[in-house]
């Protein structure tokens, strides 16, 4: 064997409870679990008091750029994430166009990691997922982005597809799954998509109908957080298809038991439909998001153009005033260029006062210095109100994670996995640690189709994390989020090491292969 983990207490995804057993390893897969006093191997591990579980799948992050870039996500391997399902909110980095690239490469820089300089030619999804082969630590499967394919057949403007612009799409979504395409993802209130109806958003899932795969939303939140889902159920009733929800939560005026007879409802009728949950309550977004769709209309290359016209400033300003948060409870998290350093960790109120601007014309210059590239994030209330939907048994983890180096950016970037097996479980015992490891383990390898993952048995890839439970916890805070969990101590994927005694290692050294794979 290559590795025995010895004497832990394996927890192995299902749900069910503990017992202690050591797990072998042979050609980076899971081969034996029991007493393996008799067997040697190359490597062993002293795993007494610890839990050995299957590694961690993030279901809802904007990993896509920073795979390519960086390689290893540290701070998500010390969480304990050896799979990230990437392409979420129907935005990324393909399929594209030498026409649409660089548009897409500008939006997404305020979340996510490519620079201009990076690309290097890739068009389709299987173009850009085999650069990633090779690259990425963990292993990685894909979406399939709604708003890069409606910006192929039509472009980033509103309008209705016509029939032939309808087959084409339909076609592509076909070569995505072709390609290993996990789902189809949408993220109706940004750019592009935010033009697509309701029947133009089933005809896109039609090709996916039969095949187990899920349409999965950030729902069109202007609808009002019931009318939204009610969508995404009617998008899944017609086209056959599962549903999946990104990010859930609801604050007053709206009931989690609201949300949760939704979801029920669908379910019985025979509409699979799960959602994900990051354990916080505020949120985190680009600027650039409230921006009323007018800007996008020509690409993303063209709207800081179109920031100059009165028009266009009118309506930016209406929708600055009716955005539902007050500028006090938003904070600047990171931006692309230093020249607003100094604001990083400021409310967007304070940093109106300061440039002495009515609230508009200040955030409409910020935005324009930093080539629409701020983040934010946002105070949206208690972390008591996640809890609800954390606890349902259809929920599972999605960090959301937002990532930019040395940024502000939100905790759950760095404090997921900690806040969720050591708040939750251990503090405020939402519930059993069985339960959570289930819920960042097979129930999204099962939504997501991964097989071979998620769960802890003979013949599965070994991907495996050795934790102590008594102490795993969260460091990172609101405005000071530079923190790694504590507790992690091994992470294994496909049967290589990737977190040695809490220690990540350095895959830049050329010695050590990747070990992640494309799923």
């Known amino acids: 064997m290559d590795w025995i983990i010895r004497n832990g207490f394996v927890i192995d995804g299902t749900g069910m409870p503990r017992h202690k057993a050591d797990v072998g390893i042979t050609d980076g897969k899971i081969t034996a679990i029991g007493d393996l006093s008799a067997t040697t191997a190359t490597q062993e591990i002293d795993a007494s008091g610890k839990i050995v579980c299957p590694g961690f799948i993030d279901v809802h992050n904007h990993s896509d750029g920073w795979l390519l870039r960086d390689g290893h996500q540290t701070y998500k391997t010390q969480q304990g994430f050896t799979t990230e399902i990437i392409m979420s909110d129907g935005i990324s980095y393909a399929p594209v166009s030498s026409e649409t690239w660089r548009d897409w490469v500008y939006y997404l820089r305020g979340l996510n990691g490519l620079r201009m300089q990076d690309y290097t030619g890739w068009e389709t999804l299987d173009d850009y997922l085999e650069v990633l082969k090779g690259r990425s630590v963990q292993n990685f499967a894909a979406q399939i982005p709604y708003a890069n394919l409606r910006t192929l057949v039509h472009d980033f403007s509103r309008g209705p597809l016509d029939d032939s612009q309808i087959i084409r799409m339909q076609q592509l979504v076909t070569e995505c799954l072709e390609a290993g395409a996990v789902a189809l993802s949408t993220g109706l209130d940004y750019i592009a998509q935010c033009h697509s109806p309701t029947n133009e958003l089933i005809k896109a899932c039609l090709p996916m109908a039969g095949q187990n795969k899920p349409y999965v ?18 998008i899944g009733r017609q086209a056959g298809v599962p549903v999946h929800i990104s990010h859930l939560k609801c604050q007053p005026p709206y009931h989690p038991e609201q949300v949760f007879e939704l979801i029920e ?44 016209l009165d028009h266009i400033r009118r309506k930016t300003e209406h929708s600055f005033d009716s955005y539902r948060l007050d500028l006090e409870h938003v904070l600047m998290a990171w931006s692309p260029t230093n020249d607003h350093l100094q604001d990083w960790g400021k409310t967007l109120q304070q940093i109106v006062r300061e440039s002495g601007k009515n609230g508009s014309s200040a955030l409409i210059d910020l935005l324009l210095d930093e080539q629409l590239g701020v983040l934010c994030v946002m105070d949206e209330g208690d972390d008591k109100l996640v809890e609800p939907f954390v606890s349902h048994p259809r929920c599972m983890i999605g960090t959301d994670a937002i990532y930019q180096p040395n940024g502000k950016v939100h905790p759950r970037a760095y404090g997921s996995a900690g806040r969720w097996l050591g708040k939750f479980v251990r503090d405020t015992k939402l519930f059993s640690l069985e339960e959570a490891i289930r819920k960042m383990t097979s129930l999204g390898a099962d939504t997501f189709g991964l097989e071979g993952r998620g769960r802890l048995v003979e013949d599965a890839y070994a991907d495996l994390i050795v934790f102590d439970e008594h102490t795993i916890n969260d460091h990172a805070e609101f405005g000071d989020p530079i923190h790694h969990c504590s507790g992690i101590e091994h992470v294994l994927i496909n049967g290589k090491s990737v977190v040695k005694s809490g220690v990540p290692l350095d895959f830049d050294n050329p010695d050590l292969q990747v070990p992640g794979q494309r799923l």
């Not at 939303?217 to 009617?234: D, F, P, Q, V």
């Not at 019985?268 to 949120?283: K, L, M, N, R, S």
């Not at 600027?287 to 009323?292: H, K, Q, R, S, T």
Request: charged fraction near 20%; charge should be negative; hydrophobic fraction near 35%.
């Open 217 to 234: 939303t950030h729902i069109r939140y202007k609808l009002g957080l019931l009318n939204g889902i009610r969508e995404a159920i009617e």
């Open 265 to 308: 409802e669908a379910c019985a009728e025979g509409i699979p439909t799960t959602f994900d949950v990051y354990p916080y309550q505020p949120g985190s977004t680009m600027l650039n998001y409230l921006l009323p769709y007018e800007v996008w209309e020509d690409g993303p290359l063209a709207a800081t153009g179109k920031l100059a």
